[in-house]
């Protein structure tokens, strides 16, 4: 009987009030965590209220801006809303204000955060072809959201993790950590992908939506196979490259085309259709993406090959043949093939007039440098030297450099896989510092941006033809096909409008 705190015992030991208060809350929060799913009627173990999952959307959306960046386009932006909000009043959870944000990368992907926070990247925009399988896509994100996937997982960590549930009870500042460590557990799911039933049911639910919006529900098939042509593709190319290979919706073992489960979820949509659902919309699409760029953008620095160009910050370096160069909004990062080793570069601001090496000790916060000597690269001046820290490998010897131009210290953090082979390696650390210099004048036009272009394909040409005449820098005769839907082996016919890049 629980009449009075005081009579409840534990081996003839008054159990402490408050532990008996989190012993009540918690009984009561496991027995009503079974909610019905507002999407598939069944009852799902959740342990975060409509509130809740809300604010957690709204307070990690600015760090997605943040880590990728807005498309400056208002009127492609405007688009993406458009279309999303149209898809998100024929959901089942229609009663969300919904926001539709298009980002600044040329990653392919889009996801969704808990509460109708929902990311496409102009990555992907790219190798679209309809306002339908743009539809499909935000569809999709939105199923995520109307079955609560991603409040799905969390409830299942916080379920594991009784310990913090406890804690955050009895010391409530834990309960900001656990919002941000909640974030950083999410991430990869809402970035990357659910398992494939998470994922199986938001194509079903997306289905559902973009038919009752009047587009055709087979646009789910048509776009989840583009992205899986950039899954067969990069799996080759991250073989050339040494790496892991990247996939968005990488959960059909085979082509979506001969996917059964997922016709069977087409098929089912095509019965909640009405009988104008046959929106594809293909040459309003291509005219709102004329224009968009394609790859990297100037705001954020633009690779040409081994090269790196920045406009805006006016700089421009070189890096070793092979290596793989990653553009992101804060940082510069190179390695080299199979990860041997690897190169990140950041901007930092110069509060203080202090040469290089003093910066490095103080703001670097590097107390012990050993092999220290002063750099001089094409006029600038720069510090060099060896310690040791944490990598993303553990436990290595880091070269670490820093170089001023203008208001700025370029910092170069460079360590390798294996703890033994910064000699093998510290050779091409030196040159790629060595080699950065502010941007020349005959550089510029490399600083420039590449963008999509449409035209209408003429008699004779093929897509090999149109790759000699293309600015894409590296496998440009694959990813033209990828972009027009024609991969592997497809080529244009007279008269149809395609996407060329410029």
Known sequence: MIGCWSSVTVKDTPLPRVLFSVFVLLCVSLVSAC????????????????????????????????????????ELQAYVQKVGEQLALNSHRSDLVYRFTLLDSDQVNAFALPGGYIYITRGIMAYLNSEAELAAVLGHEIGHVTARHGVQQASQQQATGFGYLIGSILVPEL???????????????????????????????????????????EAMIEVIGVLKNQEIFDKDLAALEGREPRAYHGVFATHPKNDTRLQEVVGKAKALANKNASRVNRDEYLSKVEGMVFGDSEEQGIRRGSSFYHAELGFA????????????????????????AIIRIRAEDINKRVDAGEFIKTRLKVKKLEQGRALSSHGLDGYTGLTRGNTPFGQRDIRISALYLGTKAYTFFATTKEADALGRFDEAFLQTTASFHALLDKERPLAKALSIEIVEAQEGDTYAKLAKDTRIPNYAESQLRLMNDQYPQGEPKPGQRIKIVK
């Open 317 to 340: 370096l070189d890096f070793p043949k092979n290596w793989r160069i990653e553009n992101r909004p804060s940082s510069l990062i190179a390695q080299a093939p199979k990860g041997e």
């Open 175 to 217: 309960r900001a950590a656990g919002a941000q460590n909640l974030f950083n557990l999410l991430s990869t799911a809402w970035i990357r992908g659910y398992g494939r039933e998470h994922e199986l049911e938001a194509d079903s639910l997306g289905a559902e939506y973009i038919a009752k919006s009047g587009y055709q529900p």
């Open 35 to 74: 909610a019905v799913n507002p999407a598939t009627g069944e009852r799902d173990f959740v342990l975060m209220s409509e509130s809740a999952e809300i604010k957690l959307g709204r307070e990690s959306h600015q760090q997605v801006v943040d880590q990728f960046g807005l498309y400056d386009d208002p």
